[in-house]
């Protein structure tokens, strides 16, 4: 029942990552902000989370509101800008092609990630809260030239 409030966090972060990349234009670099945000978000979980259940609901919440909230933009944005570039426009099989290779990739991390996380939970949970934190730290640097492009 407690991840639940993981993805409550998300359908949060979600929202806030699409209202603030409208207000600043810029996907790439509030994806990024929020990616460098939830990676301290995670070492306080991992601290604190185990004090007190009302710590580890609060820093659950703040993690998927961290870590969702780009995930989402990431997919839905990406797919709206596809449908309006010249390639693409009327021509719905390329449409649903891009967007399946979007939500496939996602559909993957999400069965891979806990597979890889069994896994190297038997190396220990702070294995798995490293192997969290490097995945985030290499989809903050793959989105790098996204914002640099956006910023300049």
């Known amino acids: ?13 979600g ?3 699409g209202y603030i990349s409208d207000m600043i234009e810029a996907r ?4 990024i902000v929020f990616l460098l945000l939830s990676m301290p978000a995670f070492i306080l979980y991992r601290v604190y989370g185990s004090l007190s259940m009302i710590m580890n609901v609060a820093l659950m919440l703040l993690s998927g509101f961290l870590v969702n909230g780009p995930y989402l ?4 944005a990406v797919a709206a800008d596809l449908g309006t570039q010249d390639l693409i426009r009327g021509n719905s099989h390329a449409l649903a092609t891009v967007t399946a290779i979007i939500d496939g990739t996602g559909s993957f991390g999400a069965a891979i990630g806990p597979l890889l996380a069994g896994y ?10 490293l192997m969290l934190i ?13 914002a640099k492009a956006e910023i300049f």
């Open 28 to 31: 790439a670099v509030t994806s």
């Open 120 to 129: 190297i939970s038997t190396r220990g949970w702070n294995s798995v809260f």
């Open 134 to 146: 490097v995945s985030i730290f290499f989809a903050s640097l793959l989105l790098i030239r996204v």
């Open 73 to 76: 933009l990431i997919t839905t």
């Open 1 to 13: 029942m407690l991840s639940t409030v993981f993805d409550i966090g998300g359908v949060f972060g």
């Open 15 to 17: 929202i806030s990552a």
